[in-house]
T-cell receptor, first 115, second 113 residues
Framework: GENVEQHPSTLSVQEGDSAVIKCTYS??????FPWYKQELGKRPQLIID?????GEKKDQRIAVTLNKTAKHFSLHITETQPEDSAVYFC??????????????FGAGTQVVVTP | SQTIHQWPATLVQPVGSPLSLECTVE??????LYWYRQAAGRGLQLLFY??????ISSEVPQNLSASRPQDRQFILSSKKLLLSDSGFYLC????????????FGPGTRLTVT
């Protein structure tokens, strides 16, 4: 089955700097890669996702890049703010119109933005 | 718009007691439904998923079970709780026929004492 590894496990950045989280996956058939943000005690929230037919996707200060050949994808947060402090999870799945869409999650990255 | 509910929000149960957690989704039909568990400070572990009424698949063998008695209702149960069952239980849904996006409910925080 799919295995997703996520690095680093913790990331401390100064406010205004950029943060990068990297994930690798094992199943070359995986074609959907979401990122979730989880604040303390809250549910994970989908913040951005990318499909395998796209190399990069941006939404304001966050972006995701995908390298299918190397089987890795990354989350980039620019101009970090204190409210970006949270745990971020990457995930991968083989998804299709008829699939069950099971997500395999990485272990998470605790991001701390210090003022 | 779609909404997902879970209850109770928090629960404290003694070891050996039964468990029933409920999840319902509004605003969509025939969703794919998922139960996850998150231990304190840990990642998300998929426990069960369902593609329709009465159709349940288990990812991890354990003392938990799931049922889907109605299209938009998903229930997680146990006959006898263990200390290791403590955690944050999250229900999630995905619209059938849509590629990808999975959305989580607010979760139930279970403490087994």
């Amino acid at each position: 089955g799919e295995n997703v590894e996520q690095h680093p496990s913790t990331l401390s950045v100064q406010e205004g700097d950029s943060a990068v989280i990297k994930c690798t996956y094992s199943d070359s058939a995986s074609n959907y890669f979401p990122w979730y943000k989880q604040e303390l005690g809250k549910r994970p929230q989908l913040i951005i996702d990318i499909r395998s037919n796209v190399g990069e996707k941006k939404d304001q200060r966050i972006a995701v890049t995908l390298n299918k050949t190397a089987k890795h994808f990354s989350l980039h947060i620019t101009e970090t703010q204190p409210e970006d402090s949270a745990v971020y999870f990457c995930a991968a799945s083989v998804t299709s119109m008829d699939s069950w869409g099971k997500l395999q999650f990485g272990a998470g990255t605790q991001v701390v933005v210090t003022p | 718009s779609q909404t997902i509910h879970q209850w109770p929000a928090t629960l404290v149960q003694p070891v050996g007691s039964p468990l029933s957690l409920e999840c319902t989704v509004e605003g969509t039909s025939n969703p794919n439904l998922y139960w996850y568990r998150q231990a304190a400070g840990r990642g998300l572990q998929l426990l069960f998923y369902s593609v329709g009424i009465g159709q349940i698949s288990s990812e991890v063998p354990q003392n938990l079970s799931a049922s889907r008695p109605q299209d938009r209702q998903f229930i997680l149960s146990s006959k006898k709780l263990l200390l290791s069952d403590s955690g944050f239980y999250l229900c999630a849904w995905r619209r059938t026929g849509v590629l990808g996006e999975q959305y989580f409910g607010p979760g139930t925080r279970l403490t087994v004492t």
